[in-house]
């Protein structure tokens, strides 16, 4: 089958969807069911109206379109990612995956392919953690992993709550009816730039995911007791700041110590109060990231992390709340979705890298119900989440090839 991408349409969807921003270029700012994000959604509908797919949304907005296959009862193969962004992000993260689904559907389709199966591109709601705290809704609610309930009772930071959000843009459907039918799809197939310098390095233009890294999130919220910074002394303090800070060092010592590189651990929030230059801190608040691809390292990191905490906010008399946000398992993607890739991979000439995904996507969720795997495009630098976050039009090109050549595979199996 002779395969045309068409870079130039994708140039033209990543700069459409660029646009569809709360921020100034070239930093994009897109968060869930805000303005900016209703407006993406709408750009993808039109243009999967035009390339003839059915579409249809979940009640947190999820959009499903498909194209009908010979045999439409059969499980479905699909592909795709989200459209929500960071604040301050970049153009490429999630958006890729996006349109590379959309333009390998119309490549094939172009090509005169018949699917057996039925093809399906998926935007996922809400990759991002930003308006919830929780990353992945969509996906987490598509495989049952988050109930009606537990997502009714989601707030954002001023305490409005997710049906609130959804029902304000549009999406009314029963969240009792997100979760997916077992055995709904055959395979899942994620389009990703890799947001790591590998294939950068190696001067690659393909990697094929094998894993996805574990992620876990924890809260500690410590007290200790303020008073004035000239007359409190020393040895009488119980200031939260330096508790915060020693449990800081000691989530990177944790991480450090288990000799893996695949083990990684960040604290990415830290806020305290009262908040005044000459007052002793009484509260602090962090947020900690720890992934891994093991879960027994991983979980491992966890526990460390939490007999730190201990030992630190007793010794200097500050008392603590941790809570375990979330703490998911790694996945390991299906070997036969695997090999599908890397055949297609050596049929067109494309050399590629086995490798790991260190930061965690939808595809992390669609393992639990269907064989997954993930295709990753080089960044440059390595950067993502940022303004300058960058992958070469040609090379992206190159990616949904695969990704074409591989869903048309998957949906003849």
Same mark, same amino acid.
């Given at each position: 089958m002779e395969l045309i991408i068409d870079v130039e349409a994708l140039g033209v969807d990543l700069d459409a969807l660029a646009a569809c921003s709360d921020d100034e270029p070239p930093g994009v700012t897109r968060l869930v069911y805000g303005p900016a994000d209703l407006r993406a959604r709408a750009y993808l509908r039109q243009q999967c109206d035009e390339a003839g797919l059915v579409v249809r949304e979940d009640g947190l907005g999820t959009l499903f379109a498909r194209w009908p296959g010979r045999e439409p009862d059969l499980p479905a193969v699909a592909s795709g990612s989200h459209l929500d962004a960071l604040p301050h992000a970049g153009r490429f993260?999630?958006?890729?995956?996006?349109?590379?689904?959309?333009?390998?559907?119309r490549a094939l389709r172009r090509a005169g392919f018949q699917p057996q199966r039925s093809l399906e591109l998926i935007l996922f709601t809400s990759e991002e953690p930003t308006r919830f #705290?929780? $990353?992945?809704?969509?996906?987490? @609610?598509?495989? +049952?992993?988050? !109930?009606?309930d537990q997502l009714r009772q989601l707030r954002d930071g001023q305490g409005r709550s997710l049906d609130e959000w959804r029902t304000s843009a549009g999406f009314t459907a029963p969240l009792e009816e997100v979760a997916l039918a077992p055995g709904a799809y055959a395979a899942f197939v994620e389009l990703h730039i890799e947001q790591g310098p590998l294939l950068e390095v190696e001067g690659l233009p393909i990697g094929v995911v094998r894993a996805i890294a574990a992620p876990a999130a924890l809260r500690v919220a410590m007290r200790g007791q303020s008073g004035h910074a000239g007359s409190v002394l020393?040895?009488?303090?119980?200031?939260?700041?330096?508790?915060?800070?020693e449990l800081a060092l000691a989530v990177?010592?944790?991480?450090? #110590?288990? $000799?893996?590189?695949?083990?990684? @651990?960040?604290? +990415?929030?830290? !806020?305290?109060?009262?908040?005044a230059v000459n007052a002793i801190p009484n509260v602090a608040t962090l947020e900690i990231d720890v992934r891994d691809i093991d879960l027994e390292r991983r979980d491992h990191v966890l526990q460390a992390i939490k007999a730190s905490t201990e030992a630190i906010c007793a010794r200097r008399h500050v008392?603590?709340?941790?809570?375990?946000?979330?703490?998911?398992?790694?996945?390991?993607?299906?070997?036969?979705?695997?090999?599908?890739?890397?055949?297609v991979c050596d049929r067109i000439g494309?050399?590629?890298?086995?490798?790991?995904?260190?930061?965690?996507h939808d595809s992390l969720f669609m393992a639990r119900i269907c064989p997954t795997a993930m295709i990753f495009i080089p960044s440059r630098g390595g950067i993502s989440?940022?303004?300058d976050e960058y992958s070469d039009l040609e090379q992206i090109g190159q990616g949904v090839a695969v990704l074409a050549h591989s869903l048309a595979a998957l949906s003849q199996a």
């Open positions: 993260d999630g958006t890729v995956g996006v349109v590379g689904a959309l333009e390998a559907l #705290g929780l $990353g992945c809704l969509g996906s987490r @609610a598509m495989i +049952g992993s988050l !109930t009606p020393m040895l009488e303090r119980r200031d939260a700041l330096l508790a915060g800070a990177e010592a944790a991480a450090l #110590g288990t $000799g893996s590189r695949d083990t990684v @651990a960040t604290t +990415g929030i830290f !806020t305290i109060g009262p908040g008392t603590y709340d941790l809570i375990e946000l979330n703490a998911d398992p790694p996945a390991t993607c299906d070997p036969a979705v695997v090999e599908t890739i890397i055949k494309l050399p590629r890298l086995i490798m790991i995904s260190r930061a965690y989440h940022r303004a």
